[in-house]
């Protein structure tokens, strides 16, 4: 059966201090709760360590934002997925809209982070979704379809089985508007048929889908409710304790 997942994506805020402070506050916060849902931070690199210290992993997941697309040596700068594993984070956010679009992230390099996350034991959560011309032009389906067969959909069933799929629509990212719960509803039960062709219909059931763009404590119970939306691949709101925790009790 598919899991229920709220997944927080800090971006690039806070500090090291700051960002163990905001782990622990939401650690404190589900302590003695009986969740409805997997929770998941997605944390910059250099608090993964320190997250997963802070939290309680049978309460919260820790997610990396990115990952190198090679596995060792000379790539100044770069994280690899091994790396990230080593931490004890149990997952890694891949193609995000932010990095495919300021970074030129291209759906071979994903293909490579993709392999390289499964290859180590780790979750990809893997975001797709369109830009607003897109949207105007109303070919949001084959935009996103064409998105997952030219990264995902190459994975071998037992492979795809692994990942979750967030779709964000980008001109709902940090934008304050939410895509419709129609619209939400409709591009996921989407997902979930183009997965059924391909692989199947117990993996397309099986299959985590989330929705993400200016998802909050009002608009969640909403889109949670709806039978192709998992949960939510969530910005903003997961910057402070009381937004995030809010949204996961939206389930
Ligand atoms: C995101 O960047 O993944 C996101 C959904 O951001 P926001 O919730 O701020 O729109």
Redesign the pocket.
Known sequence: MRKNIVAG?W?MNKTLQEGLALATELNEALAGETQKCDVVI?VPFIHLASAVAAVDANKVGVAAQNCANKESGAYTGEVSAAMVKSTGAGYI?LG???RREYYGETSAILNDKVALTLANGLTPIY?CGEALDVRNANEQNVYVKNQLEETVFNLSAEDFSKIVI?Y?PIW?????V?ASTEQAQDMLAFIRTIIAEKFGAVIAENTSILY?????AKNAPELFAQPDIDG???????LKVADFKAIIDAF
Do not use: D, M, Y
């Not at 709902?172 to 304050?176: K, Q």
């Not at 993400?212 to 909050?216: D, E, I, K, Q």
């Open positions: 994506n971006k997605g956010i995000h809209s932010e975001c967030a964000e709902a990212i940090g934008t304050g939410t993400g763009g200016s998802c909050n939510g691949l969530i910005g903003g709101a997961s």
